[in-house]
Protein backbone atom coordinates (compact mmCIF):
# COMPACT_ATOMS: atom_id res chain seq x y z
CA UNK A 1 0.00 0.00 0.00
CA UNK A 2 1.43 3.38 -0.58
CA UNK A 3 0.07 6.63 0.46
CA UNK A 4 0.01 9.83 -0.70
CA UNK A 5 -0.90 13.71 0.39
CA UNK A 6 -0.03 16.31 -1.59
CA UNK A 7 0.55 19.79 -0.25
CA UNK A 8 1.37 23.42 -1.56
CA UNK A 9 -2.04 24.58 -3.74
CA UNK A 10 -3.56 27.75 -3.56
CA UNK A 11 -4.98 30.53 -5.24
CA UNK A 12 -2.40 32.84 -7.16
CA UNK A 13 -2.47 35.78 -9.76
CA UNK A 14 -1.60 34.83 -12.83
CA UNK A 15 2.20 34.84 -13.95
CA UNK A 16 3.56 33.89 -10.35
CA UNK A 17 5.58 30.77 -9.41
CA UNK A 18 4.11 27.95 -6.96
CA UNK A 19 5.10 24.50 -5.91
CA UNK A 20 3.48 21.46 -4.57
CA UNK A 21 4.51 18.30 -2.89
CA UNK A 22 4.09 15.31 -2.74
CA UNK A 23 4.45 13.43 0.37
CA UNK A 24 4.62 9.62 -0.08
CA UNK A 25 4.97 6.68 2.55
CA UNK A 26 4.71 2.92 2.25
CA UNK A 27 6.46 0.57 -0.79
CA UNK A 28 6.79 3.72 -3.04
CA UNK A 29 10.25 1.90 -4.32
CA UNK A 30 8.19 -0.61 -6.10
CA UNK A 31 6.53 1.78 -8.34
CA UNK A 32 7.88 2.65 -11.43
CA UNK A 33 7.46 6.37 -11.68
CA UNK A 34 5.55 9.53 -9.79
CA UNK A 35 3.24 11.35 -11.85
CA UNK A 36 1.37 14.75 -11.56
CA UNK A 37 -2.32 14.68 -12.96
CA UNK A 38 -4.72 17.65 -13.30
CA UNK A 39 -8.72 17.68 -13.46
CA UNK A 40 -10.89 20.61 -14.40
CA UNK A 41 -14.20 20.43 -13.18
CA UNK A 42 -15.96 19.16 -16.05
CA UNK A 43 -13.19 17.85 -17.42
CA UNK A 44 -10.81 14.80 -18.05
CA UNK A 45 -7.73 13.93 -15.79
CA UNK A 46 -4.67 14.53 -17.52
CA UNK A 47 -1.05 13.99 -17.52
CA UNK A 48 0.84 16.73 -16.40
CA UNK A 49 4.54 15.57 -15.44
CA UNK A 50 6.29 11.95 -14.40
CA UNK A 51 9.51 11.30 -12.86
CA UNK A 52 10.84 7.53 -12.67
CA UNK A 53 12.32 6.23 -9.55
CA UNK A 54 15.35 4.84 -10.36
CA UNK A 55 16.77 6.92 -13.00
CA UNK A 56 15.13 10.76 -12.45
CA UNK A 57 13.93 10.42 -16.53
CA UNK A 58 11.64 13.09 -16.49
CA UNK A 59 8.31 13.68 -18.65
CA UNK A 60 6.16 16.29 -19.34
CA UNK A 61 2.42 17.52 -20.97
CA UNK A 62 3.35 19.98 -23.73
CA UNK A 63 0.78 22.37 -22.01
CA UNK A 64 3.38 22.42 -19.25
CA UNK A 65 7.09 21.84 -20.35
CA UNK A 66 9.48 24.41 -20.19
CA UNK A 67 7.27 25.90 -16.84
CA UNK A 68 7.07 23.22 -14.45
CA UNK A 69 9.87 21.50 -13.12
CA UNK A 70 8.90 17.53 -11.67
CA UNK A 71 11.71 16.53 -9.28
CA UNK A 72 12.42 13.87 -6.78
CA UNK A 73 14.13 13.47 -3.46
CA UNK A 74 14.07 9.57 -3.04
CA UNK A 75 15.67 9.52 0.52
CA UNK A 76 12.54 11.00 1.72
CA UNK A 77 10.20 9.78 -0.94
CA UNK A 78 8.57 13.48 -1.52
CA UNK A 79 7.85 14.63 -5.07
CA UNK A 80 7.58 18.25 -6.15
CA UNK A 81 5.51 20.25 -8.99
CA UNK A 82 7.58 23.83 -9.56
CA UNK A 83 5.05 25.30 -11.54
CA UNK A 84 6.29 29.12 -13.13
CA UNK A 85 4.58 31.54 -14.83
CA UNK A 86 1.46 30.25 -14.02
CA UNK A 87 -1.78 30.63 -16.37
CA UNK A 88 -5.62 30.56 -15.94
CA UNK A 89 -5.50 27.26 -17.77
CA UNK A 90 -3.77 26.07 -15.18
CA UNK A 91 -6.54 26.14 -12.78
CA UNK A 92 -7.36 22.38 -11.21
CA UNK A 93 -7.08 20.22 -8.86
CA UNK A 94 -3.55 18.35 -8.88
CA UNK A 95 -3.02 15.08 -7.80
CA UNK A 96 -0.17 13.22 -7.27
CA UNK A 97 0.09 9.49 -7.89
CA UNK A 98 2.05 6.23 -8.05
CA UNK A 99 2.70 4.49 -11.59
CA UNK A 100 3.43 0.86 -11.27
CA UNK A 101 3.77 0.62 -15.13
CA UNK A 102 6.16 2.46 -17.68
CA UNK A 103 3.54 3.91 -19.98
CA UNK A 104 3.34 6.69 -17.33
CA UNK A 105 1.05 9.53 -19.38
CA UNK A 106 -1.81 7.11 -18.89
CA UNK A 107 -3.62 7.28 -15.55
CA UNK A 108 -4.37 3.47 -16.19
CA UNK A 109 -0.95 3.07 -15.19
CA UNK A 110 -1.07 4.71 -11.67
CA UNK A 111 -2.14 2.66 -8.51
CA UNK A 112 -2.17 4.79 -5.75
CA UNK A 113 -3.58 8.48 -5.99
CA UNK A 114 -3.63 10.70 -3.52
CA UNK A 115 -6.74 13.39 -1.98
CA UNK A 116 -5.46 16.09 -4.26
CA UNK A 117 -4.98 19.56 -4.20
CA UNK A 118 -6.32 23.09 -5.42
CA UNK A 119 -4.43 25.30 -7.32
CA UNK A 120 -6.38 28.39 -8.49
CA UNK A 121 -4.81 31.23 -11.03
CA UNK A 122 -6.81 34.09 -11.32
CA UNK A 123 -7.46 35.87 -14.86
Known amino acids: QVQLVESGGGLVQTGVSLRLSCAAS????????MGWFRQAPGKEREFVAAITWTGGTTYYDDSVKGRFTISRVNARNTVYLQMNSLKSEDTAVYYC????????????????WGQGTQVTVSS
Open 97 to 112: AAASRSRIATPESYNY
Open 26 to 33: GRTLSSYA
